[in-house]
Nanobody, 126 residues
Framework: QVQLEESGGGLVQPGGSLKLSCSPS????????AGWFRQAPGKEREFVAS????????SYADSVKGRVTISRDNANSMVYLQLNNLKPEDTAVYYC???????????????????WGRGTQVTVSL
């Protein structure tokens, strides 16, 4: 069992930046693929970014490419999502997730992830 906790969300003005963090408890997730998803009110949860177990493969949604960077620090069992040049349409609850089955991949489908955090709210507004 992997339990995930996100942090770093908040209120930011358009053009601002945030760095989200994801930390696990329980079994180490250093050998698993990790991903970030988001869900805006009234919308389905959508893929944002993912990273393979060693960081060698990274994948980004087209809507955030160039503005978002996913990274991980396996020595400290952390995964990060750096959000830059934020837009109002980035407002959502951001979720960290783990795929234990495909460590060398960076999947984009939420169905590929078995463990989820509870999310952290990101609000982009004046």
């Amino acid at each position: 069992q992997v339990q995930l906790e996100e942090s770093g969300g908040g209120l930011v003005q358009p053009g601002g930046s945030l760095k989200l963090s994801c930390s696990p408890s329980g079994r180490t997730f250093n050998v698993y693929t990790a991903g970030w998803f988001r869900q805006a009110p009234g919308k389905e949860r959508e893929f944002v970014a993912s990273i393979s177990w060693n960081g060698g493969i990274r994948s980004y949604a087209d809507s955030v490419k160039g503005r978002v960077t996913i990274s991980r620090d396996n020595a400290n069992s952390m995964v990060y999502l750096q959000l830059n040049n934020l837009k109002p349409e980035d407002t959502a609850v951001y979720y960290c997730a783990v795929d234990r089955n495909r460590p060398a991949a960076a999947r984009r489908s939420r169905d590929d992830y078995q463990y989820w955090g509870r999310g952290t709210q990101v609000t982009v507004s004046l």
